[in-house]
C-alpha cells in the first residue's frame, strides 16, 4: 500500500515536470494565452472523463460536492487559475524552460507568505530559513547574465505567475473538504474558458487543430492526470508525505529541459539549482515534522493494512 502510494506521488510529479519543457516546444505554433487556455480545457476535459468512469463503477471521492456558499472561493481559483498559466507562459517565451521549471518553487514562497498576511498563520524557523534560500535562487535565477545587476523580464513574469498560484492554493485550501475532481473540472473549464476568450479579443491568432489537440493532452496529463495521483497518494500516505515525493518535480523538470534541448546552464543556474534544492529539503523536513504526530496513527493503520 505505502509503496504504491508512493509511485502515485512520484508519477504525479514527473506528469507535472513535463508542463514546462513541453509547453516551450509548443509555444512554436501557439500564443501563450491560447496554450494557457488549451492546457486548462485538457485538464477540465480529461478529469471530467475520469469522474464520469468513476461514477458509472460506483468510486465515490469520499468528500462533499462543491455547494453556492464556496461560489467566492470558485470564483476566486478560476480567475488566478487563468492569470497564473498567462503569466507563467509568457515567462516562458523569454526564458529557458530549466530556469522556469526552478523558478515554479517560488509558489512556495508565496503561499507561505499569504498565508501569513491574510490567514494569520505562523511561520516556523525552518520553514523561515527554507523560504530565504528559495528566495536568494529565485534571485540568481532571475539575473539576466550581464554585467549589470537587471532582472530579466521573463522571470519576473514566472514570479508573478508564483503569487498568483499563492493566492489560488489559499483560496483552494478552503475547498479541502470538497470532492477534488469536481475543483479540478472547475478549475479546467472555467480558467481554460476565460483564457481562450481572452485570446480571441486580444487577437493573438489561431491554433491549428493538430497543436490544440497535443497541448490538451499535456494539459490533462500535467495538470488533470497530475493532480488525480497526487489525490490517491495523499489519501493513502497523507499530505506530508505526498508533498515530500512530490517536491521533486521542479528538478524532474530541469532533467527533461536538459535533455530535450541540449541547452547547458551557465555557473548561475547551478548556484541557483543547490540553493534550491537545500530550501527545498529544509520545506519538506519542516512539513514532515509538522504533520507527523498528527498523522502517525493514521500512517500505521495504513501500514497495517
Given at each position: ?16 515536470a513535463?508542463?514546462t ?6 509555444q512554436?505554433?501557439?500564443?501563450p494565452?491560447?496554450?494557457a487556455g ?5 485538464a ?8 464520469v ?11 462533499a460536492?462543491?455547494g ?5 472561493f ?19 517565451t ?44 529565485c ?36 475547498l ?9 473540472m472547475l ?16 487577437g493573438?491568432g ?7 489537440i ?11 492526470l497530475?493532480?488525480?495521483?497526487y489525490?490517491?497518494a495523499?489519501?493513502?500516505i497523507?499530505a ?15 532533467l ?41 496513527k493514521?500512517?500505521a493503520?495504513?501500514e497495517?493494512?
Amino acid at each position: 500500500m505505502i509503496v504504491k502510494a508512493a509511485a502515485f506521488a512520484i508519477l504525479a510529479a514527473v506528469l507535472y515536470a513535463l508542463m514546462t519543457p513541453v509547453a516551450k516546444l509548443l509555444q512554436i505554433s501557439a500564443g501563450p494565452v491560447a496554450e494557457a487556455g488549451l492546457l486548462y480545457l485538457g485538464a477540465g476535459a480529461g478529469m471530467a472523463v475520469i469522474y464520469v468512469i468513476e461514477k458509472k463503477i460506483g468510486i465515490e471521492s469520499g468528500k462533499a460536492s462543491i455547494g453556492r456558499e464556496d461560489l467566492k472561493f470558485v470564483l476566486a481559483m478560476i480567475v488566478l487559475d487563468m492569470l497564473a498559466p498567462i503569466f507563467l507562459l509568457l515567462g516562458l517565451t523569454m526564458s529557458t524552460p530549466e530556469s522556469v521549471s526552478l523558478l515554479n518553487n517560488f509558489e512556495i514562497v508565496a503561499t507561505t507568505v499569504l498565508a501569513v498576511a491574510f490567514f494569520r498563520e505562523k511561520v516556523g524557523g525552518r520553514l523561515l530559513a527554507s523560504i530565504i534560500l528559495i528566495t536568494i535562487s529565485c534571485m540568481l535565477l532571475s539575473l539576466n547574465g550581464s554585467a549589470a545587476l537587471q532582472f530579466s523580464t521573463g522571470s519576473l513574469f514566472v514570479l508573478l505567475a508564483c503569487i498568483c498560484w499563492g493566492f489560488e492554493n489559499n483560496c483552494t485550501s478552503s475547498l479541502s473538504e470538497k470532492d477534488p475532481r469536481q475543483i479540478v473540472m472547475l478549475k479546467g473549464f472555467g480558467s481554460g474558458s476565460a483564457s481562450l476568450l481572452l485570446s480571441f479579443i486580444i487577437g493573438e491568432g489561431t491554433v491549428s487543430p493538430v497543436t490544440a489537440i497535443l497541448i490538451m493532452i499535456l494539459g490533462f496529463l500535467a495538470v488533470g492526470l497530475s493532480v488525480y495521483f497526487y489525490v490517491l497518494a495523499q489519501s493513502r500516505i497523507g499530505a506530508s508525505r505526498t508533498s515530500a515525493y512530490y517536491a521533486v518535480a521542479p528538478f524532474i523538470g530541469v532533467l527533461l529541459s536538459l535533455i530535450i534541448f541540449h541547452q547547458m546552464p551557465g555557473k548561475l543556474f547551478w548556484a541557483a539549482l543547490l540553493i534550491m534544492a537545500a530550501g527545498v529539503y529544509i520545506s519538506v523536513k519542516d512539513t514532515l515534522a509538522v504533520d507527523c504526530e498528527p498523522q502517525s496513527k493514521i500512517a500505521a493503520e495504513r501500514e497495517v493494512q
